[in-house]
C-alpha cells in the first residue's frame, strides 16, 4: 500500500513538472499560474517526502516485528525442549495406592480425612483400611502409623 501511495505521488509530482514546463513554454501564460504550479509542485515534493518517510518507518516496523516473530519462535522451541525432557523424566510405573502417616496428638479420623481428600466425611476410608489397628474410631493413639489409601 505504502509502494502505491509512493508512486502515486510520484505521478502527481511528475505530472506538476509536465505542466510548469509546458506552460513557460507558451509564454502566454500569466507568471500567477507559473507560481500555482511552482507551488503545487512543491507541494507533491513534500508530499513525496512524507510518503518516503513513511514507507521508511513502515519498512522498520516491519523489520522489528519479524525480530520479535523470530525471538518466539526461539523461545517456544526452548519450551518444548523443555517440556519433552521433563516428559521423559516422568515416572512410568503406575501411581501409589496408599501412603503412610504417624498419628500426631489431636489427630483424628475426620480430620485427617479433610487434609487428604479435602472432606472430612470420608474418614471411613481411612477407617476401612486400618481397622485392624484402630480399636475405637473416635480415638486414635498418637504415634500409630495408618495406612492412608490414595485412590
Known sequence: MAAAILALGLVAAGA?????????DDGAQSSAAIDRLR???????????????????????LAASREEAAALRQQLQVTRRRLQ??????????????????????????????????????WRR??????????????LPAGLVLKIPLR
Open 39 to 61: 507551488a503545487q509542485l512543491s507541494q507533491a515534493r513534500r508530499g513525496e517526502q512524507e510518503l518516503v518517510i513513511g514507507l521508511t518507518r513502515t519498512q522498520n516496523d
Open 126 to 139: 481411612i477407617w476401612g483400611a486400618n481397622r485392624s489397628i484402630i480399636r475405637d474410631p473416635d480415638q
Open 85 to 122: 525432557a521433563a516428559e521423559s523424566r516422568r515416572p512410568t510405573g503406575p501411581a501409589p495406592v496408599s501412603t503412610t502417616y504417624r498419628v500426631q496428638p489431636g489427630d483424628t479420623l475426620s480430620r485427617l480425612a479433610q487434609a487428604f481428600y479435602g472432606k472430612s466425611s470420608l
Open 16 to 24: 506538476a513538472g509536465y505542466g510548469l514546463a509546458r506552460w513557460s
